[in-house]
Structures are given as C-alpha cells and as structure tokens.
C-alpha cells in the first residue's frame, strides 16, 4: 500500500494542503488564500477542517512554517501570528503533526526527490520574498540549538546598511531578496526585468551588482558550511539559466579563486510545490 501523508505550507498569504504520496504525487490539492490580519485560530481552523477530511487516507500531517521551528514548536514568525509553543497542539487530528521551517521543507523535497538523497550534506538556499536556507547535515535535516540554522538571510551583508524586519541593519535579504531586487529596478516581476534587461544598459548594470551581493551572501553561507551541493530554490530559481555562469564565477571569485568548476551549485527543480511535498516529508526524516 502507498504511504500517504498531508503536507501543509504556511505562506504569507495563502495555506497550501494537499495529500502526497512517498513518490511526491499531489492529490487533492487545497490553496486557501487569507489576509495578513487573519487570527491563529482562522489558520488552525483552516487547517483542522482540511485535515479531518483527509485523516482516513493519510499516516501523518506535516506543516511547513515560515519562522524559526525547534522540536516540533514554533519559536519565532516575523510577519505572522504563529508564534503559540501549542500550535502543534491545536490542530484537530489524532494523527502525527510535523512541524518544518519552510526552507527546510523546499530542501527535504528536493533532496528526495530530485537528488535522490545521493549528497551526504546538502543546502538549499531560497532566494524570493525573503532569504532562507535549509541544511541536511550528514543526511539528516539541521534545524540547530535554537532552530536558527537556515537564518541565512538575517547575516549581515552590509553594517549599518538597511533596516530588515528582524530588527538588525543590514542584513542579506535587503540586498540579494527578489523584493530588493524589484524595488531597485522599479519593476512588477522578474518576468518583466529579464525582458528588459536585455535592451536597458543600466538595469543590466543594476542586476549585476545584485548578483555580486547575492554571490557575497552565498559564498559566506559556502565558507562556512561548505556542503556537497548548494542548490538556489524561491523565485529567482526559474531564471536561473539567464545567471548561472556568471553567478558561480561570482561565487568562485570569492572562495580563495578555487575556479567556478570546484562550486557545486545549480537551481531548484521543483517550483511552488516544492514547501508542500517537503512537508509532508516531514515525519520520515
Ligand atoms: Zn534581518
């Protein structure tokens, strides 16, 4: 028989349910879409409701967070109203609930699915709204002491640079986000930037230093945790063709000169749905 699990992901404004198989099959897929000033209680409810739905077919509930998870408790959210050590708690099921970061969550599905497992320490990086990361260490998921292990974007790129969310200045994610990136360029979306790119010397000029800082982040990250793959997930991951070479030359410049070959790095496959599989993932990792 198919192990079937509910993997869950918590967006900024949308919930994605869904039931996936071990294979990473979607069925029954469920985007509830909600405000910002949407109480706990409606996100719980939210959840609850699609779950008791569902919980004959499933094994398990696994829920992707945006904020800092250590041992199944959500520790800390920026933008949203999670932060109850009970959460986990209050959905409404007798199966299992796994709780995940969303990064780490992007990462367990690609590490799966696409890899295959195959790298013993592995990262991936999420470039979107925000900067996250998601670390398996000896193939196991690494959520750290305090669950602050993919907190990649709230490193300081640039002392007493920008005001971040998290209260420091300066962080990474104000530089190298998809966010900073559209509001330096005065453009609605990616879509739109690499269009232009092409015929407008000064946004390549723009984008070109966005990388570099992109590639600053990212070669700290490599420094430091120096895994077998970097993979680069979020938003950006679908342009990735349009950079990769000139990103990795980045990278490698800044890594004692070692030659671009010697970086492992390379694009998400998965898309939006990568937060959702991971998830529910979550209780066999
Ligand atoms: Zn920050």
């Not at 919980?55 to 800390?76: D, F, L, M, Q, T």
């Not at 490698?252 to 070959?261: E, H, I, Q, T």
Request: with cysteine; net charge positive.
């Amino acid at each position: 028989m198919k192990i079937i699990n509910i993997g869950i992901d918590i967006g900024g404004r949308h919930i994605g349910m869904a039931l996936i198989d071990e294979k990473g099959k979607i069925h029954k897929k469920e985007i509830v879409n909600y405000s910002k000033d949407k109480s706990l209680s409606y996100i719980v409810d939210t959840i609850s409701s699609y779950v008791q739905e569902h919980e004959k077919e499933a094994s398990s509930v696994g829920i992707g967070v945006p904020g800092i998870v250590k041992n199944n408790k959500i520790v800390y959210t920026c933008n949203l109203s999670l932060e109850d050590p009970n959460f986990v708690h209050k959905i409404r099921t007798k199966l299992p609930v796994y709780l995940g970061n969303d990064a780490l969550c992007a990462t367990l599905a690609e590490y799966k699915l696409v890899d295959k497992c195959k790298y013993k320490n592995y990262a991936l990086i999420t470039v979107g709204t925000g900067i996250g990361a998601g670390l398996i260490f000896d193939g196991k998921p690494y959520e750290g002491k305090h669950g602050y292990s993919g907190e990649l974007g709230h490193t300081v790129l640039k002392k007493g640079g920008l005001q971040c969310n998290c209260g420091r200045r300066g962080c990474f994610e104000r530089y190298a986000s998809v966010s900073r990136l559209l509001e330096v360029t005065k453009k609605k979306s990616l879509g739109e930037l690499f269009e232009d790119i092409e015929k407008n010397g000064n946004l390549a000029q723009i984008f070109d230093n966005y990388l570099d800082d992109l590639a600053d982040g990212i070669a700290n990250f490599i420094m430091t945790y120096d895994p077998d793959m970097t993979v680069i997930g979020g938003s950006i991951a679908w342009f990735g063709d349009k950079f990769y070479y000139i990103l990795r030359e980045k990278i490698a410049s800044k890594l004692f000169n070692r030659g671009a070959k010697d970086v492992m790095l390379k694009f998400a496959k998965l898309g939006n749905d990568a937060g959702l599989i991971g998830a529910s993932f979550l209780a066999n990792s």
